[in-house]
Nanobody, 123 residues
Framework: QVELVQSGGGLVQAGDSLRLSCAASGRTSRIRGMGWFRQAPGKEREAVAVISWHGGVTTYLPSLKGRFTISRDNAKNTLFLQMNSLKPEDTAVYYC????????????????WGQGTQVTVST
């Protein structure tokens, strides 16, 4: 079992930055990939960015590349999402997720999920 605990998020103004964190515990040796997803009201959960846990290879939602950066600290088993130049359309609940099978851009590829954290960007 892998447990994921998120921190960060909150209410910011357009143009501000935020950093989300996700601390993994338990059987972290099983992790092969991690990712950040988000879900806005009335919309499906979508992948924002994913990273292979050992190689550090990253993939981003194309529309976000350049504003968001995913990174990880393997020694601390922690995943980060740095979000810059935030826009109102970035408002959503953000989730971190871990996969024991690899890394991908679909929710079904992930086995464990964080509790979610609200990010609200005002105009």
């Amino acid at each position: 079992q892998v447990e994921l605990v998120q921190s960060g998020g909150g209410l910011v103004q357009a143009g501000d930055s935020l950093r989300l964190s996700c601390a993994a515990s338990g059987r972290t040796s099983r992790i092969r990939g991690m990712g950040w997803f988000r879900q806005a009201p009335g919309k499906e959960r979508e992948a924002v960015a994913v990273i292979s846990w050992h190689g550090g290879v990253t993939t981003y939602l194309p529309s976000l590349k350049g504003r968001f950066t995913i990174s990880r600290d393997n020694a601390k088993n922690t995943l980060f999402l740095q979000m810059n130049s935030l826009k109102p359309e970035d408002t959503a609940v953000y989730y971190c997720a871990a996969s024991t099978r690899g890394v991908g851009f679909t929710t079904g590829q992930y086995d464990y999920w964080g509790q979610g954290t609200q990010v609200t960007v005002s105009t």
